[in-house]
């Protein structure tokens, strides 16, 4: 398998988020909103540009990995600046072999080059903890709503990243997407029938 990890660029927008599409697409609720939320971030300021990357196999997009600046904001309303990654994406028939892991290694060392003290996410544990990732309460950081939960996590990109560095997270509100903003997204791609799947209630 020869894969090519580089920057993406504004002519590979739509083949990612046809990739994202097909890679949430009834994983985690019928359908999926991944694909918008991917189309949002790029026009966003909280988007990374440069830790925003894709794998491509035969001149074919086959995983990407997209970063955007968020926040916690301790109790005297101070805000610290950490980053979040996602979606992450890797085509269906391509899992499980390396790429996903590969574009989380090469985006991790150069966000620590680039000075970032830390990422903070949402996502599956078993997955995350190979990457050094561990609970947000760990570090004192919970969700904007107070909340705690395992698939909470955060990674310091240098030792003592997050020192000193307490309180509630906030994404970008792109992150969030209204059913009929995600209607119309909807209508530019080929139909696809939602489905509910078991791994929805995982
Ligand atoms: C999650 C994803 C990006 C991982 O990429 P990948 O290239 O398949 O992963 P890798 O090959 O680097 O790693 C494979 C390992 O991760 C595990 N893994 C992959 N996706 C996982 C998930 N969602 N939850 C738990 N474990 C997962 C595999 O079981 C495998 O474990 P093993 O090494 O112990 O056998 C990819 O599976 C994907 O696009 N999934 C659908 C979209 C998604 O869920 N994105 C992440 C949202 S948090």
């Not at 600046?69 to 499980?96: A, C, M, W, Y």
């Not at 892991?101 to 080059?113: C, D, G, M, Q, Y």
Request: with cysteine; glycine share 6%; charged share 30%.
């Amino acid at each position: 398998m020869n894969i090519i990890i580089r920057l993406e660029n504004q002519n590979d927008y739509e083949e990612v988020e046809d990739l994202t599409r097909e890679a949430f697409w009834d994983i985690y609720h019928p359908g999926c909103e991944e694909h918008f939320v991917v189309h949002k971030l790029r026009k966003v300021s909280a988007f990374i540009p440069e830790l925003d990357f894709v794998a491509v196999q035969d001149d074919q997009i086959v995983g990407n990995i997209i970063y955007s600046k968020s926040k916690v904001v301790d109790r005297n309303n101070n805000e610290h600046e950490v980053l979040t990654f996602g979606p992450i994406s890797v085509l269906p028939s391509l899992q499980k072999r390396g790429i996903g892991s590969a574009l989380i290694e090469r985006t991790k060392k150069l966000a620590e080059a680039m000075g970032y003290k830390a990422i903070v996410i949402f996502g599956n544990p078993a997955y995350y903890h190979r990457f050094g990732f561990k609970s947000a309460e760990s570090f004192g950081i919970t969700t904007a709503e107070g909340e705690s939960f395992d698939a909470f996590m955060a990674l310091e990109l240098y030792k003592g990243g997050l020192q000193g560095i307490t309180g509630k997270f906030y994404e970008d509100p792109c992150f969030h997407v209204e059913k009929k903003e995600l209607e119309a997204f909807e209508k530019k791609f080929p139909y696809k029938e939602k489905h509910v799947t078991d791994t929805q209630f995982k």
